[in-house]
């Protein structure tokens, strides 16, 4: 199955008390610039998944500045927005029958040679693959086929109301990859990601 790669960007950011998405990486740009180069850098068709303009208008102007803007596919995530699991099978739905790189914007520690060893990882497409960071699944970053099967299961666990992403992969049976811990860390405090910069994180000005 063809592999594509979908940023999801859909968090409200609550505890962090301003938008993840925007704020500066210390090795430039976002949050959401610097995951959309490691996925582009991928070298395959790319999604962005978020409900916000400012996003999209992110992602275009970054697609556009290193050519690869062909590549990118910018889907505005409808209402009700519940969680990831809601997200992936809007997802599944929309890309079927292929092997969908699931990655969020909030690892800002996240590393090309973690995304490289999970892509390149010797397990079976039409199975779920996510990491893992040696105490416990990590899966916002893994790889789900949108085959008849899995797009049926994810169908109708959330017609039952399941919003659950760990419930629900644990019914339909996933392999796991463990990965480097610290690449693998989400933020979502302000001091989750205090160390990146020595202190509070701020938002970058958008244009």
Sequence with gaps: MRLRACCL???QSRRM??????LTHPEGGTWLERTLLLLAALETPLTLFSHQPSHHQVALRLAQRWGWDDRLERLVEPEPREGPLLALARLMEHHPNQRLLLCPVDMPWL???TLAALVAAPADANVIL?????????PLLGLYPSDGR???AIEAATAAGERGLQRWIATVG?????LPPGTLRNANEPEDVAPLWGGTPGTKEQP
Aim: charged letters at 30%; aromatic letters at 0%.
């Design 9 to 11: 960007c859909g968090g």
């Design 17 to 22: 008390g301003q938008d993840k998405a925007l």
């Design 111 to 113: 590393q090309p040679s």
């Design 130 to 138: 996510v990491a893992h960071d040696g105490e416990r699944r990590q």
């Design 150 to 152: 899995h797009r049926a």
């Design 174 to 178: 996933c392999q796991e990859l463990e």
